[in-house]
């Protein structure tokens, strides 16, 4: 399988165009030639070989390298060269230049010579100049890879800043480019999942992205499912060979600087006055200069080491009586002694591991940091450091939403039933209400138990009509309450419960964290109840809200699914696309982004016709939700997995998927499973199995708009308009009148089109659709423009409808060679024998030969085929049938029947 970039399209190998340009510039560049800087793992000598086997024969190339050792030594970087001299020839930089020049010459019988320079930066002095002389005398070309520019040699820095020598910088690999070269290099698709995290923990450097995930794949923690590669339950291992990358990257740095990256990587952050305090600036500007540690912008200043990889292993890695002493050293320079008592996730754990103790307090606060952060294990840790934590309300709290991250429903319960208490006992109103609150959402995630989570509820505001109104905490109880209502409401499919929420305010109010979440479930229920416009204007204001806040990863991947199923359900399917690449090149961590991630990409380009692409990134986003899925997704990623291959042609596997959707647990919250049941009964569809699929989306869609989902029984009428039944067409349009955005608009266009029998109107929703990047809408309707046009005699308008017929079906099935898609339903498999011999030229006493029946026959044929596709003669018939005149010297396949 071929790797992906971000625009859908093979390529050949990542960064080809930098090699590209590197030939280029060394084949016929004015310059001397080329120098290609990038950190330690960046892949400059994967760019440069690359280059270099591109050259051809006219070309010669020399390599050397540079190194800490022959650094030290005179021209240690042509030692591979001069040996070959006479000793007499070395004793003057003037003959060192003579006698390289013409052993150069020689050995490139004629050619032009390359000299490939790797770890330039490590050159020593007269390497340097010599290597210098050679290329501004026209002896050779230059091609120099170095890790650290500002330590490059003077002579070979002077030719970058006189304008002699290009400069090419090579940064981290984006995410579409770590995807598409993971999958290049270990052969099979990446989930979303598995390739965010070795990217996010790589930091984009090549050596370490490749490093890391070949230790995933010993360690059973990266797995392989057919051609599909997914992330195990397991977190990122830092062991074996990257680690001994990060350590042999060690070593190139001196002992203060060491002092530095060790300081950091155990406590995470330190505010740069004073780190300033312990370290020298020498050193500082040092591993600054070589980005191994960033600066942040806060105030005070914060220092950090650059990549997370580095971090963890170089922390490990510190003995324990030399992390202890590391943490004295830092202690004694703070202005306040009082680093003990701060809850970062990274000191909290340097100090239990120094075995130093930590408050109840501290403790408590790193745990809730740890939850928010989406780290239930580390949160459970700081718990246990907790003495009597078993007894402590705040603590069972943290402690219940640790094991409801990790689906460990028995534990939680098991804490529930000890805390189970009315108020007025030794627990807090707000206490026994935070706890409530938990257990309905634990109840919350599964149909069976919603009953019981809707009585808590209900418990909990009759007990706060029982407060007096100077109870502490009182109103965040009930805006706490107010959102547990509005997530059970959304969950079960109760979307004008969730208007209350709005209280005719404009804006909506994003101040708080809660209100965030309240507006996400609003702007949810508003797009499903038929106000898709204002569903999606609000939507665009909390993801961007969600960005700017401190807010917890769960709220923000919440909030970013629900975003993501809106503009599904609006049909803007490229504003969809657009924000997954635009958050999937963040460097967020993947634990903010959540399922739907996996597969809207997916969604969004079947929807284009580029089922080729789509159906590879659903199945491995499938199969990754099988193994990780928060949110209820599988049924809606295996469903649409179904509905992609169906649309391909691949009977078989949508099949096969269809079957498996039977089989998956039932816990979506109700948009998502609705949108799944659309998927699933398009597929059928798809699949021509006859008139039940289209019923059920008729009587579903009649159920969701009764209910008031006017959006989703929009979608639900508008499948079964568009695959056959015109019936509906007229409540289609009355249902699509009562609901804004570009999808509603599209409906109403179909179905006044089909109300009037106006091919040309119906051609007008068609190229409207495809527009918006909605392929499988655009070739339904042009499937009606067809049939309006043949019912009408117009010929105009029947071959403008047939072409844009076949553009679209070759969109998702490619070009047939026999027959487009018009033909296939609009005949029979005979006529359609028949249409594709004579369109091809072939004589009908020939045609007749063929098929083994009389010539008049075969002109009755073509007489039904003029007649159904309003034809007068084989001319025409070939801007239909459209077959290249050399494969019809055979019998042509029959091509399959497929329904209106």
């Avoid at 270099?52 to 030692?79: H, K, M, N, W």
């Avoid at 981290?172 to 989930?191: K, M, N, P, Q, V």
């Avoid at 109103?429 to 599964?446: K, M, N």
């Avoid at 460097?587 to 990409?601: A, K, T, Y």
Wanted: glycine share 8%; aromatic share 4%.
């Amino acid at each position: 399988m071929e790797p992906l970039g971000a625009d859908g399209l093979e390529r050949r190998y990542i960064r080809h165009e930098i090699v590209a340009d590197v030939v280029s510039e060394l084949t016929s560049g004015s310059s001397c030639g080329i120098l290609i800087v990038g950190e330690h793992g960046a892949g400059k000598s994967f760019v440069a070989q690359r280059a270099l086997e591109q050259l051809g024969e006219d070309f010669a190339v020399i390599q050397i390298r540079g190194s800490s050792i022959s650094s030290t030594l005179p021209y240690g970087a042509l030692s591979v060269l001069l040996h070959e001299l006479d000793s007499a020839d070395v004793e003057h930089p003037l003959m060192v230049l003579r006698g390289l020049t013409q052993l150069l010459r020689n050995r490139a019988q004629g050619r032009t010579i390359v000299l490939f320079v790797d770890n330039a930066h490590e050159l020593d002095e007269l390497s340097a100049m010599m290597i210098a002389q050679l290329s501004v005398g026209g002896h050779v070309r230059l091609l120099a890879a170095c890790g650290d520019l500002p330590n490059v040699g003077g002579d070979i820095m002077g030719l970058w800043k006189d304008d002699l020598l290009r400069r090419v910088d090579l940064g981290a690999f984006d995410f579409s480019e770590a995807a598409a070269t993971l999958s290049r290099h270990f052969g099979g698709y990446f989930s979303h999942t598995a390739a965010r995290e070795l990217w996010t923990a790589s930091g984009g450097n090549a050596l370490f992205l490749f490093t890391l995930a070949k230790e995933q794949v010993k360690l059973g923690i990266l797995v392989r499912q057919e051609e599909f590669w997914l992330l195990g339950d397991g977190p990122i291992a830092l062991t074996g060979e990257i680690r001994d990358v990060v350590k042999a990257r060690m070593n190139r740095f001196s002992q203060g600087q060491r002092d530095v990256i060790e300081l950091l990587a155990l406590a995470g952050a330190v505010p740069l006055p004073a780190l300033m305090r312990v370290s020298q600036p020498r050193d500082m500007d040092a591993l600054q200069e070589c980005s191994m540690i960033e600066v942040s912008h806060k105030h005070p200043p914060m220092v950090s080491i650059a990549n997370a990889v580095t971090a963890t292993i170089v922390a490990n890695a510190v003995p324990p009586g030399r992390s202890a002493e590391l943490r004295r050293r830092l202690t004694s320079v703070l202005d306040h002694p009082d680093l003990d008592d701060t809850p970062g996730l990274s000191n909290v754990t340097w100090a239990i591991n120094c075995g130093q103790p930590v408050t109840a307090t501290v403790a408590l606060a790193a745990a809730r940091a740890a939850n928010r952060a989406s780290d239930p294990a580390t949160a459970l840790r700081f718990i246990k450091e907790i003495d009597g934590a078993g007894l402590r309300t705040d603590a069972a709290i943290e402690s219940l939403q640790a094991y409801v991250s990790i689906d460990n429903h028995d534990s939680a319960r098991r804490i529930l039933r000890q805390f189970d208490r009315e108020a007025g006992s030794d627990l807090s109103f707000a206490e026994w209400t935070a706890l409530q609150l938990a257990a309905s959402e634990l109840d919350r995630r599964s149909h069976a138990t919603t009953a019981n989570a809707r009585r808590r509820l209900s418990h909990i505001e009759s007990k706060i009509s029982e407060q007096s109104e100077e109870e502490p905490d009182l109103d965040s109880v009930r805006e706490m309450l107010l959102l547990a209502e509005a997530e059970l409401a959304v969950f079960e499919g109760r979307h004008r419960d969730v208007l209350s929420l709005d209280e005719g305010s404009e804006p909506v109010d994003l101040g708080t964290e809660p209100r965030i979440l309240a507006a996400s479930l609003l702007s949810t229920s508003l797009a499903i109840l038929g106000q898709t416009g204002r569903a999606v204007a609000l939507g665009g204001q909390i993801v961007a809200a969600a960005l700017d806040g401190d807010l917890a990863d769960r709220t923000v991947r919440e909030v970013r699914g629900r975003y993501l199923q809106l503009l599904l359900l609006a049909g803007e399917f490229g504003a969809a696309g657009n924000y997954v690449a635009g958050m999937s090149a963040s460097n967020e961590p993947q634990s903010r982004l959540g399922g739907m991630f996996e597969i809207v990409q997916g969604v969004v380009d079947f929807h284009r016709g580029r089922v080729d692409t789509a159906l590879p990134r659903l199945e491995a986003g499938a199969r990754q939700l099988r193994t990780q899925d928060p949110d209820g997704l599988v049924g809606l990623a295996t469903a649409a997995c179904a509905y992609a291959a169906a649309l391909g042609g691949d009977h078989e596997k949508a099949s096969l998927y269809l079957a498996e959707i039977t089989q998956l647990p039932t816990r979506a919250a109700w948009l998502t499973s609705r949108l799944a049941r659309l998927f699933e009964l398009c597929a059928c569809v798809e699949l021509g199995q006859g008139s039940g699929p289209i019923s059920a989306l008729l009587s579903e869609g009649d159920a969701d708009a009764g209910s008031s989902a006017i959006a989703v029984g929009i979608h639900f009428l508008s499948a079964a308009v568009r695959a056959g039944d015109v019936k509906p067409g007229t409540q289609l349009g009355g249902l699509s009148r009562q609901a804004d955005g570009y999808f509603a608009l599209l409906c109403r266009g179909l179905a006044d089109g089909l109300k009037e029998s106006n091919s040309e109107a119906l051609m007008d929703v068609c190229r409207a659709a495809e527009t918006a990047g909605n392929a499988v809408f655009a070739r339904d309707v042009a499937r009606k423009a067809v049939n309006c046009a043949q019912a009408a005699g117009n010929k105009i308008s029947l071959r403008v409808a047939q072409r844009a017929l076949q553009s679209l079906d070759e969109l998702f099935r490619g070009p047939t060679g026999d027959v487009n898609s018009l033909t296939a339903f609009a005949l029979t498999a005979r006529e359609c024998e028949v249409a594709v011999a004579a369109a091809a030229g072939i004589s009908n006493r020939r045609i007749a030969e063929q098929m083994h029946v009389s010539v008049r026959t075969v002109e009755g044929h073509l007489y039904q085929v003029y007649a159904k596709l309003h034809l007068a003669s084989r001319t025409e018939l070939r801007d239909v049938v459209n077959v290249p005149a050399g494969r019809a010297t055979t019998r042509p396949e029959l091509p399959r029947r497929r329904r209106p």
